[in-house]
Nanobody, 115 residues
């Protein structure tokens, strides 16, 4: 059974940094999947934060460009999101997403940025 397991969330002060990781358990052909991070704040729709294609191309939401970096390690079947210069508006639950033949979601990890 495929599972995406996020880790690394927590509470951080504005201006701080956090690194999120997502392990793709039992996901065959991981290298062929596009991987992404989404977030959802209370009362808001889920939105794309960053994504990385199977070929390594990246795409970011305008709100996080220059502050967040997505990367992947195909050998370890992991995708990471390095977040710097965090702001209170980055507070949300962050979800890992895998997309190719099938689409998978993790349960999410909470990121809270205090002002």
């Amino acid at each position: 059974q495929v599972q995406l397991v996020e880790s690394g969330g927590g509470l951080v002060q504005a201006g701080g940094s956090l690194s999120l990781s997502c392990a793709a358990v039992s996901l065959n052909a991981f290298s062929l999947y596009g991987m992404g991070w989404y977030r959802q704040a209370p009362g808001k729709q889920r939105e794309l934060v960053a994504r990385i294609s199977s070929g390594g191309s990246t795409d970011y939401a305008d709100s996080v460009k220059g502050r967040f970096t997505i990367s992947r390690d195909n050998a370890k079947k992991m995708v990471s999101l390095q977040m710097t210069s965090l702001m209170p508006e980055d507070t949300a639950r962050y979800y890992c997403n895998a997309r190719w033949v099938h689409v998978y979601w993790g349960p999410g990890t909470q990121v809270t940025v205090s002002s």
